[in-house]
Structures are given as C-alpha cells and as structure tokens.
C-alpha cells in the first residue's frame, strides 16, 4: 500500500487512523473525498446537522468521512445507500449546496503487467527480481495518482438545488406490546390492535 509519508503525517489523517484502527487504502480515500468536499463546500466540522453526508458503500473510507466531516452515524446526519459504489455526497444546510464525489475508474485500474506480478509474487517460486518489479510499479502507480492532488482521486458533480434529507426525527418513546421495553414511537408497526415494536414484529414472522 503506497500513501505518501507527508500525508500520512498529518494530525488529522492521524485521528482518523486512530478512529479507524488501521491505516488502508480505503481511509485514505475517504480522507481525501472529506478533505475535498469541505473545501468545495467551504464547510467546517458539522458541529449538529449543518452538514450531511451520504455514502453509497460501508466500506473503510466511511469512518474516515465521519472523523472528518463530523456527519456521524449517532448524529442523524451520516446516510448510508447499500449501492457498492466508491460515490459520496455532502451537502450544507446553510447554503443548500452540495457535491457528490465518485472515484474516477482509472483508481480501480491496475495495469496487466502488475497484475501478473500480484499473482507472481503469492508464489513460492517468485524470484527477488519479480518482487522487486512489482513493488516498484505498485508504488510508482501510487506516486502517480497521489501526484494529483484529492481532486485527482474523484469525479466531481456539483448539486446546486440539492434536496437535503429530513432532520434526524425525534420522537418520545412508548412500550412495545408484546416486550414491553421502551420504542421511539415512529418505530412502532401495528400488528391488529396492537402496537408492536420491530423486533417483535420479526420474531412473529418467524414463528
Ligand atoms: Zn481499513
Ligand atoms: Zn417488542
């Protein structure tokens, strides 16, 4: 993995390895799309909800979006598109304006060479020349791309009348039914004359 030490130095690519628990690819691109996004956006660290974020993978790059944006997953204001796709939007309720970030294709893209010499080096057979080969295209691949600046990574699509999702709810609580245990009332499904809460709701379907 190629991620230029000066990058890696700084406090807060730092915070977000620590958030996160390892240093990877994916974390780094979700700093740079964070990075990229605020600037664009002229935003700083979402404080409650004035900033909102949507992500359409789960994947690493997501805690790094978190740390940075402060658009979280306990806040409300962090929102997750089960798509498979490397594509983040964030978005300011103050100015309406938002953009959506999607990772060029040529980062997906590693050239035939490199990808013999991926297989090449998981064999035992795999000479010291080979090794070196592939380390060194791997790396220069990074170079490259890091060369660029965040905004090499993404595709950029401003959304000038963005529709913002809904504040997060916020609703008293009342007891499921069936459990009893306490529900955020926007949560309880009526099933007959009662009201149920999801859980319970699943286990009957089960039965
Ligand atoms: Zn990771
Ligand atoms: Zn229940």
Redesign the pocket.
Known sequence: MYIPESLQARPDYQQCIAFHGHTCMGVTIGYLAARLAMELLAEMRAVDEELITIVETDACCCDAIQVLTGCTFGKGNFFYLDYGKMAFTFASRASGKGVRLVLKPEVFAVPEKEQQLAKRVSQPDCSTAEKKEYEQMYENRGVQLFAKGQAGFFDVQYLDHFKLPDRAPRAASKA?D????M?METKLETAGNHK??R??LTAEHQV
């Open positions: 499921c069936i459990c009893g245990e529900v149920i809460c859980g319970c």
